[in-house]
């Protein structure tokens, strides 16, 4: 029992905690995040108003098929440097 004790009590932060991720790593974050959503957004619509006829050039446009999904993964990939960026050394 004593050496649970001792086990919580070494998880408990001390004085001052140094974070995983600094401001810049999460304003990274944040981009990603916008650049994925709008990769989604341009990705959406194409819905016709006749259900009965296909319109080909608005459902297989360049925006949809081309322009979109790469917004995505380049939103992706910006995430995978935010999170893998080391953060800043502070002088304290």
Do not use: C
């Not at 070494?10 to 995983?20: C, E, I, M, R, W």
């Not at 108003?49 to 949809?64: G, L, M, Q, T, V």
């Not at 960026?85 to 304290?92: G, Q, V």
């Amino acid at each position: 029992m004593a050496t649970t004790d001792k086990k919580a009590k070494d998880l408990t932060p001390k004085g001052n905690q140094v974070f995983l991720f600094d401001k810049s790593n999460y304003m990274w974050m944040l981009l990603g995040v916008g650049i994925i959503l709008l990769g989604f957004v341009l990705m959406a619509g194409g819905k016709s108003p006749d259900p009965h006829k296909f319109n080909y050039d608005e459902i297989y446009s360049a925006r949809r098929i081309t322009i979109a999904p790469l917004m995505i993964l380049i939103g992706f990939a910006i995430e995978v440097y935010a999170i893998m960026k080391k953060p800043a050394e502070s002088a304290s």
